[in-house]
T-cell receptor
Framework: NAGVTQTPKFRVLKTGQSMTLLCAQD?????MYWYRQDPGMGLRLIHY???????AKGEVPDGYNVSRLKKQNFLLGLESAAPSQTSVYFC???????????FGDGTRLSIL | KQEVTQIPAALSVPEGENLVLNCSFT??????LQWFRQDPGKGLTSLLL?????REQTSGRLNASLDKSSGRSTLYIAASQPGDSATYLC????????????FGTGTRLKVLA
């Protein structure tokens, strides 16, 4: 049972480049989340989804887009990467708001 | 706006000690609260989830309590072990039904052998 899988694990981008982070879960969870973790700031919610085909903005959505075309996948896109988006990105999923969230191991993204 | 604070930011204790980690939040209208563990370079692992109607949850050597009226939660770790060394984060879900979590910045715990 893989749980929540994030790809890639590491990536270095140049300013202005675009990329997509993939999150896949095999637990049939409805809810999925993208967070970023920065030193001294804790985890901040970027976007989330409460079911296939739905997305909603979190606390820090600017500069990011998301899609949930399939229930098991939640994609996070950076259209034009900026150095301020250097961070560790975590994906999480849960079957419902009363249940624990399951996290992936993160994607470490550096933007030069 | 809900804010979550964890003090201290770092803590070192000798093996075998019982310890308490603190979490405070500014808005008592919460749906639930979770405690997580994060090991270096890894994702978060949920330890305990307390619903707003509950006062505490227990799992093995861990006990989490919730006092909504005072905006506080504590994570009690009994008989600490070096393997407990990690960062512990708490997160609250606002009662607005948006299913979002607000995280604290965590307490980095080191248990010395």
């Amino acid at each position: 049972n893989a749980g929540v899988t994030q790809t890639p694990k590491f990536r270095v981008l140049k300013t202005g480049q675009s990329m997509t982070l993939l999150c896949a879960q095999d637990m049939n969870h409805e809810y999925m989340y993208w967070y970023r973790q920065d030193p001294g700031m804790g985890l901040r919610l970027i976007h989330y989804s409460v079911g296939e085909g739905t997305t909603a903005k979190g606390e820090v959505p600017d500069g990011y887009n998301v899609s949930r075309l399939k229930k098991q996948n939640f994609l996070l896109g950076l259209e034009s990467a900026a150095p301020s988006q250097t961070s560790v990105y975590f994906c999480a999923s849960t079957i419902g708001p009363e249940r624990p969230q399951h996290f992936g191991d993160g994607t470490r993204l550096s933007i030069l | 706006k809900q804010e979550v604070t964890q003090i201290p930011a770092a803590l070192s204790v000798p093996e075998g000690e019982n310890l308490v980690l603190n979490c405070s939040f500014t808005d008592s209208a919460i749906y639930n609260l979770q405690w997580f563990r994060q090991d270096p370079g890894k994702g978060l692992t949920s330890l305990l989830l307390i619903q707003s109607s509950q006062r505490e949850q227990t799992s093995g050597r861990l006990n989490a309590s919730l006092d909504k009226s005072s905006g506080r939660s504590t994570l009690y770790i009994a008989a600490s072990q070096p393997g407990d060394s990690a960062t512990y984060l708490c997160a609250v879900s606002p009662a607005s039904g948006t299913y979002k979590y607000i995280f604290g910045t965590g307490t980095r715990l080191k248990v010395l052998a």
